[in-house]
């Protein structure tokens, strides 16, 4: 990724009437903060503090005349720039930059989050997460080093995206055709993204041209094939192959691994490192409902979405109303017969004035155009749809409705989405008692409203709460009626707890990791290593799921860079073995748990895939993204072990491998 300040400022100006068409359109908070960035005019900053209130353009209010007077400033500034041709990438003093944060942002945002920002945006084409090394490292011991990566999802793109950087050999197993992982595997009407997508996405290449401020799955699948296309990924990448096993050889300080292809055949690879990057979102669950292989007509998975089945007129039973379900319901309802859909559970549903909003052409100009505004365009998002409530979703001990909120905000928080919830309801005040849990909000999984309500409000379709009896050859039985079907969706869930199966993965002295997690109780080292598994690594794994908001793809890239920061020490010390040590991984777990007992995901009335059979939370991070970045900024090699088979690097060394347990 390259920078070239004035050449950007020379095309955005290129066309006068194209630019001020598109400053006139685009979001007037991040107009502003390029128009600071670039000239060092902060004399508008307090003028429109007072009138915006977070990170959302609908969250400001600054005056019209006010907006026209920095809009005008805004294209004379790159005018002028452009026809001088001198202009200087600036990054602003920290002082400067905390006050541009805390006004574009509506918060007094904390130090903390400065280097967030400047990691998110890639200032000048920096790129601050790119493997740096710091001594040489011999070619040959560089080309023999092989990295091993299961899945090429997002995660397993990231993680080859800096190998590659970096020159470290590497090889992506994919169990699929293709790329793109969930998103790939998903592909049932509706599917999109809750997360705002230029927050969604990759912090080296940030997409100027998304469609939709939360856009559909084919958009996420697409940006994703740009990425292994862009940066040469593709032919790294062993498709229709899964990895059946990985076994660490402690005499030669690899890792076994055996692989099966779709037409059965065998492989065996060996790698020096072994990150898995499957995540927890690959392998559908499926209920034991009685009677299910007894139905006639076509059954599926939401994640095993049957494209040859012509749901047009059919009678359509759908099994599950959460992530899955309340997109796939409000897609398939106007074409569907009747729908019947049977509710488990209860959920809350947020609206966003935004979500079936498309970005305009003059935010996509800009974005494209405009020096810094996508910067500030996404580092807003950042704050919006992340931290910003973070302290909301804890407990307040003294507070006096424990069972329904957490605090004040939260209560009020409740109050807003029941009132919301009726509004939507109108006269069908029979199913608000269906609808609005009992639990505090942000409990389970809070789901962006996709017209959910007008859907159940539609003749066509019914909602039943409650658990299913049984399946039948031609329906469904559930409180002792049956409700007849022509076509059953599970939108059932993920078997997450089951994290990393069906993998067999053998540690040292053949120690099992299925053994040690069980089936519901994985754990790790800032969720990216396990004690007794050297040289292993997990992208997405244990308490790393993120339930107050934020993008997958800031938690993934925190996670590669520690996993990177790893493999440099390995390489420049010339060790062959790290692992680490069982003290650091109890005491983080500890800590996670700690945290967890006062977040809303633990509250005792909540029943959740984020909990195990023990009520453990084993998803979910408790940490503000800011925090966790902190954890995962650089490696602390006093918590890791370290040995070299032959001794080479000079400060390579070898240390006692004696059980600690």
């Known amino acids: 990724m390259t920078f070239d300040l004035n050449a950007q400022l020379r095309e955005a100006a290129r066309d006068p009437a194209a630019l001020r068409c598109a400053v006139a359109g685009a979001h007037i908070v991040p107009l502003l903060m390029s128009y600071v960035h670039l000239t060092g005019d902060r004399r508008y900053l307090e003028q429109v503090r007072p009138y915006i209130h977070g ?9 019209g005349a006010l907006q026209e007077q920095i809009r005008a400033d805004l ?6 720039l452009a026809q001088s041709g001198t202009a200087e990438h600036r990054e602003p003093a920290q002082a400067e930059l905390k006050e541009m944060i805390d006004v574009a942002c509506g918060a007094d945002v904390p130090d903390m989050y400065l280097p967030i920002f400047y990691e998110e945006t890639c200032f000048g084409g920096r790129d601050y997460r790119r493997i740096e090394w710091r001594r040489d490292v011999p070619a040959a011991r560089r080309e023999q080093f092989q990295v091993v990566i299961a899945g090429a999802g997002f995660s397993g793109l990231v993680m080859g995206l800096r190998l590659k950087q970096a020159g470290i050999p590497f090889v992506i197993v994919e169990k699929n055709a293709a790329l793109g992982g969930t998103w790939y595997e998903n592909s049932y009407p509706g599917i999109g993204v809750d997360t705002p997508c230029h927050f969604y996405s990759f912090s080296l290449l940030p997409n100027p041209d998304w469609p939709d401020f939360f856009s559909k799955g084919p958009e996420i699948l697409a940006y994703l094939n740009r990425i292994a296309d862009e940066f040469g990924l593709r032919e790294h990448i062993r498709f229709n192959e899964e990895i059946r096993s990985a076994h660490y050889d402690e005499e030669h300080c690899v890792w076994r691994i055996a692989t099966q292809r779709r037409d059965g055949s065998r492989d065996a690879l060996e790698a020096n490192a072994f990150v898995s990057a499957v995540g927890i979102l690959n392998r559908p669950s499926v209920p034991p409902l009685p009677g299910l292989d007894s139905f006639e007509g076509p059954a599926f998975h939401s994640a095993r979405w049957d494209h040859s089945v012509d749901l047009t007129g059919k009678r359509v039973a759908m099994i ?19 729908l019947t859909i ?3 559970s209860k959920h809350w549903i947020i609206r966003h004035p935004m979500y079936h909003e498309g970005v305009p052409d003059a935010v996509n100009w800009a974005s494209k155009h405009i020096p810094y505004y996508l910067d500030w365009f996404r580092f807003g998002l950042f704050w919006a749809a992340s931290d910003g409530f973070h302290h909301t979703l804890k407990m307040d001990p003294k507070w006096g409705d424990p069972e329904h909120s957490l605090n004040a905000e939260n209560a009020q928080m409740r109050k807003d989405l029941i009132a919301y919830a009726t509004a939507e309801l109108g006269e069908r005040t029979d199913l608000l008692e269906k609808t609005i849990p009992d639990y505090p909000p942000f409990g389970k999984r809070m789901l962006r409203d996709n017209d959910w309500y007008k859907m159940l409000c539609r003749d066509n379709v019914e909602l039943f709460a409650g658990d299913v009896d049984r399946i039948e050859a031609d329906g469904v039985v559930a409180g002792g009626e049956k409700y007849p079907a022509d076509v059953i969706v599970l939108a059932t869930g993920f078997e997450a707890h089951r994290m990393l199966a069906p993998m067999d993965i053998r540690g040292r002295d053949g120690r099992s990791l299925r053994d040690e997690w069980g089936e519901d109780d994985p754990r790790a080292h800032l969720g990216i290593t396990v004690p007794g598994y050297p040289n292993f ?16 793809f800031f938690h993934s890239e925190c996670q590669v860079r520690y996993i990177c920061d790893a493999l440099r020490e390995m390489l420049e010390h010339g060790w062959d073995e790290l692992e680490v040590r069982q003290e650091p991984f109890e005491a983080y777990n500890a800590k996670v748990d700690a945290e967890h007992r006062n977040m809303v995901w633990s509250h005792p009335g909540v029943t959740s895939w984020y909990k195990n059979a023990g009520g453990r939370v084993v998803m979910n991070s408790p940490w503000r993204l800011a925090v966790y970045r902190q954890f995962t900024a650089a490696i602390d090699l006093d918590e890791y072990r370290h040995r070299s088979l032959g001794g080479a690097g000079e400060d390579a060394r070898e240390e006692p491998l004696a059980n600690e347990q």
């Open 55 to 63: 990170g959302w353009d609908y969250q400001q209010d600054i005056p």
């Open 75 to 80: 294209c004379a500034a790159i005018e002028r």
């Open 320 to 338: 599950g109303t959460g992530a899955s379900g309340i997109q796939i319901g409000p897609a398939i309802a106007p074409r569907v017969g009747r």
């Open 342 to 344: 049977f509710q488990r």
């Open 537 to 552: 690594f997990l992208l997405y794994g244990p308490n790393t799921n993120l339930a107050h908001g934020g993008s997958a």
